[in-house]
């Protein structure tokens, strides 16, 4: 397997070393053939995560291909612009030169998908690394192995394996992945996975880009809309059945709202009606994540749901309140349709609260008042979040995506994507017009007072 591998990387290598994939009309014919096969593959993709963990084509539609087709045409839309050369100032000391900054690919990439939005999570790095002018091996997650396949078959149906290859496997398969020197490493999964790869990449000095979790929190400030913003808090939460990185974790709710918000949490988690049966809820991606789950409900503290059907992996929607620091559902990422309510008195608590654990992915506030917003901006490192929404920041590809500290390193979407995968270059062009002496030898108290002033060194 190690020497296939090899041969796979080598081979796109010397492809990329063709200089065919940096160019634009090059580019834009592949991202163009990725839509096309898209499109002409949405029937097999759909029904292959249906098969995976029964997520219904609208889910797929909306959160995957959807996102991947406004993904794609704003990288067609800008991917010129992005590429050209940038023109920079130039300081007093290099007079009378020109200074600019030119964008290139990385070369080699490594793409490791995770399983939760198994087609996004694979391809929007790929879009990115194709728009930047890479070429791209592509790991798709083990767990959700139907749509691996599918995307294995639509995927060596539209490239030459020397350009993009999909590879499916486990960890057996990734560690020989990352055992290769590649220019770029994109993973997305836990943060736990994260630090492996951090680690091989290490080795060959490869840049990297990290995608983690984390418990990303929403505050319920006390003049927050509970009408609109429950409802779309709760949408955010029960999507994927809560399996979604940027998933609201746990609810901070002021004390003066608490009874009202958790009536209204309720209400709108009922009018919704998540059943199996209706294609409004997916299920639990496998038994060992259903078992997890299971065990952070705590009986005595669920208001609502708390069911659970072992047979079709499924947990309804459960709120639970009065829950504590210290209980487990709020020593680990929940990842699942478990909605922990916390009150809290002063803002204070709930920065203090939130500044306990690592720096989440997400963290999302509802309410108007511009002072939460300023103190919340300020006093919390979090990856990026909303006001008064949830997840919808991830859907503006203008706004950089990614984590900080332990939910992640780097960014993508949009520019950000494309920026990734490139190398920006710094160029600085001199005519030979001008020679200033001071900088050279010897070295008299006349130059020297030149350069001072040459430096502004006062
Ligand atoms: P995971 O870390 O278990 O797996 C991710 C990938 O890593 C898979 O392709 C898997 O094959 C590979 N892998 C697993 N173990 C490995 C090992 N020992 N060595 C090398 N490779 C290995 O993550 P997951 O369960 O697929 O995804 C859930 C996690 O991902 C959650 O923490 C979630 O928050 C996070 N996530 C983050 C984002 C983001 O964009 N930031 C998106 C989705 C999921």
């Avoid at 292959?48 to 959160?63: M, N, Q, R, V, Y």
């Amino acid at each position: 397997m190690q020497h296939e591998t090899e041969k796979a990387v080598e081979a796109q290598r010397e492809f990329f070393l063709s200089g065919s994939t940096k160019e634009l009309t090059f580019r834009t014919e592949q991202l163009k053939l990725l839509k096309a096969a898209l499109k002409n593959n949405e029937n097999a993709l759909c029904d292959a995560i249906k098969e995976d963990f029964g997520k219904s084509p609208f889910e797929t539609l909306s959160t995957e291909l959807g996102f991947l087709s406004m993904d794609i045409d704003d990288h067609l839309k800008n991917m010129a612009r992005w590429s050209r050369r940038k023109k920079v100032r130039t300081n007093l000391i290099n007079f009378p030169s020109s200074s600019y900054i030119l964008p290139e690919p990385l070369g080699t990439s490594l793409i490791i998908g995770a399983w939760n939005y198994p087609i996004q999570l694979s391809l929007s790095p790929l879009v990115a690394a194709i728009s930047a002018g890479n070429t791209a091996i592509v790991k798709p997650s083990e767990m959700t192995p139907n749509t691996s396949a599918a995307l294995f078959k639509m995927i060596s149906s539209t490239f030459p394996s020397e350009y993009i290859k999909v590879v499916e496997g486990g960890v057996d398969v990734t560690t020989d992945l990352l055992a290769q020197k590649f220019d770029k490493v994109f993973f997305t999964g836990s943060t736990r996975v994260g630090r492996i790869v951090y680690r091989a990449a290490a080795k060959h000095l490869c840049p990297v880009t990290l995608e983690l979790g984390g418990k990303s929190p929403a505050i319920f400030a006390p003049d927050a809309n509970l009408v609109k913003g429950v409802k779309r808090l709760v949408w955010g939460k029960f999507l994927n059945s809560g399996q979604t990185c940027i998933a609201p974790d746990y609810v901070l709710v002021h004390s003066s709202i608490h009874d009202h918000f958790v009536e209204a949490l309720i209400n709108v988690i009922k009018v919704n009606d998540y059943r199996a049966e209706n294609d409004n809820f997916v299920q639990i991606i496998n038994q060992a994540n259903f078992e997890r789950l299971k065990k952070l409900i705590l009986p005595e503290k669920v208001v609502y749901g708390g069911e659970t059907d072992a047979e079709e992996r499924m947990i309804f929607p459960t709120v639970m309140t009065a829950v504590q620091p210290d209980d487990a559902v709020m020593r680990e990422e929940i990842f699942g349709p478990i909605l922990p309510v916390i009150k809290y008195d002063h803002l204070d608590e709930a920065v203090q609260m939130i500044r306990s654990k690592p720096r989440p992915l997400a963290l999302y506030l509802f309410t108007s008042d511009r002072k939460t917003i300023s103190r919340v901006e300020s006093e919390l490192s979090f990856g990026g979040g909303a006001i008064n929404d949830v997840i919808m920041h991830i859907t503006n590809p203008a706004l950089p995506f990614g984590g900080v500290g332990k939910s992640g390193l780097g960014s993508y979407h949009g520019e950000a994507g494309f920026k990734t995968f490139s190398h920006y270059k710094s160029i600085l062009k001199k005519p030979f017009w001008f020679e200033p002496n001071f900088k050279y030898p010897p070295y008299t108290d006349k130059k020297l007072k030149w350069m001072k002033w040459a430096l502004g060194w006062k």
